[in-house]
């Protein structure tokens, strides 16, 4: 038969499994927290480029057909402000409210309909984001990116006019969310793994003293009648596995209770 775990053993291996689940959970809901910050900071940063560099240059009459080759210039030229100032902005789409793309800095896709779950959305006047992740044949990442749908309302209208969609480059903010979180993880579990070392010398100081207690007289500190009758076991056990025989002899003392007392 196996040996039953003590006491200690068990609040060692329960309360040490009880902090690694609670270490992983908390860093697990703070890098969501931090995932969501960042993306919210981002999708913030597009609705910058759609009010300062999209907007001012539009008016109602503009976004009906594609832009002129004017209108486009104006566009790349206000957008690419963005960019040498360290934006991390790749493109930018312009569509109708119709899926009719009227400016993109790609002028081939200039025409294109699109019908996208992230369009309809942002038509219907929500902002869309979506994080993309490119990888080669191993399933390493090589290119992230965000895309952002963004609905345009120009001055003096209720409704959406038109939809920006914008991508940027989301692989440095990637790479430093994993190394935040990376970190996290490890304070968290080096914090928890203190925190249940001294815990266990403390439960292991007290377990001692409430055995010693438990197998010891509180007066004279010698052992007492359960000490006696597991030495007494264990002995008996150890000479009847060689064969031999043992014997026990006790020796009473009248009224001694009461001296002891």
Same mark, same amino acid.
């Given at each position: 038969?196996?040996?039953?775990?003590?006491?200690? @053993?068990?609040?060692?291996a329960?309360?040490?499994? +009880?902090?690694?689940?609670?270490?992983i959970?908390?860093?697990?809901?703070?890098?969501?927290?931090?995932?969501?910050?960042?993306?919210?900071?981002?999708?913030?940063?597009?609705?910058?480029?759609?009010?300062?560099?999209?907007?001012?240059?539009?008016?109602?009459?503009?976004?009906?057909?594609?832009?002129?080759?004017?209108r486009?210039?104006?566009?790349? +030229?206000?957008?690419?402000?963005?960019?040498?100032?360290?934006?991390?902005?790749?493109?930018a789409?312009?569509?109708?409210?119709?899926?009719?793309?009227?400016?993109?800095?790609?002028?081939?896709?200039? @025409?294109?309909?699109?019908?996208?779950?992230?369009?309809?959305?942002?038509?219907? $006047?929500?902002?869309?984001?979506?994080?993309?992740?490119?990888?080669?044949?191993?399933?390493?990442a090589?290119?992230?990116?965000?895309?952002?749908?963004?609905?345009?309302?120009?001055?003096?209208? %209720?409704?959406?006019?038109?939809?920006?969609?914008?991508?940027?480059?989301?692989?440095?903010?990637?790479?430093?969310?994993?190394?935040?979180?990376?970190?996290? *993880?490890?304070?968290?579990?080096?914090?928890?793994?203190?925190?249940?070392?001294?815990?266990?010398?403390?439960?292991? $100081?007290?377990?001692?003293?409430?055995? *010693?207690?438990?197998? *010891?007289?509180?007066?004279?500190?010698?052992?007492?009648?359960?000490?006696?009758?597991?030495?007494?076991?264990?002995?008996?056990?150890?000479?009847?596995?060689? $064969?031999g025989?043992?014997?026990?002899?006790?020796?009473?003392?009248?009224?001694f %209770?009461?001296?002891?007392?």
């Amino acid at each position: 038969m196996p040996p039953r775990l003590s006491l200690l @053993g068990k609040f060692s291996a329960l309360s040490l499994l +009880a902090m690694l689940a609670l270490a992983i959970a908390m860093g697990t809901v703070m890098q969501s927290s931090i995932e969501s910050r960042a993306l919210r900071d981002s999708e913030r940063l597009t609705q910058v480029f759609n009010s300062l560099a999209v907007a001012p240059n539009l008016t109602h009459s503009h976004v009906d057909a594609p832009l002129s080759q004017a209108r486009q210039a104006r566009l790349d +030229a206000a957008l690419a402000r963005f960019t040498d100032a360290g934006s991390r902005l790749l493109h930018a789409h312009l569509f109708a409210v119709d899926g009719t793309t009227i400016y993109s800095d790609v002028r081939s896709r200039i @025409g294109d309909v699109t019908e996208s779950h992230g369009f309809r959305q942002a038509r219907a $006047g929500k902002l869309v984001s979506e994080v993309e992740r490119e990888r080669d044949d191993a399933g390493e990442a090589t290119d992230t990116r965000l895309e952002v749908y963004v609905p345009l309302r120009l001055p003096g209208g %209720k409704s959406v006019d038109a939809v920006t969609e914008f991508y940027l480059d989301y692989g440095p903010t990637a790479a430093a969310i994993n190394d935040d979180a990376r970190t996290l *993880h490890m304070m968290l579990l080096a914090g928890f793994v203190v925190l249940w070392l001294s815990l266990f010398w403390i439960v292991r $100081g007290a377990s001692r003293k409430l055995r *010693h207690q438990a197998l *010891h007289d509180m007066l004279t500190g010698l052992p007492n009648r359960t000490r006696l009758y597991q030495r007494v076991g264990r002995e008996t056990a150890s000479v009847r596995a060689f $064969g031999g025989l043992a014997a026990l002899l006790l020796i009473d003392l009248d009224r001694f %209770k009461e001296v002891n007392d």
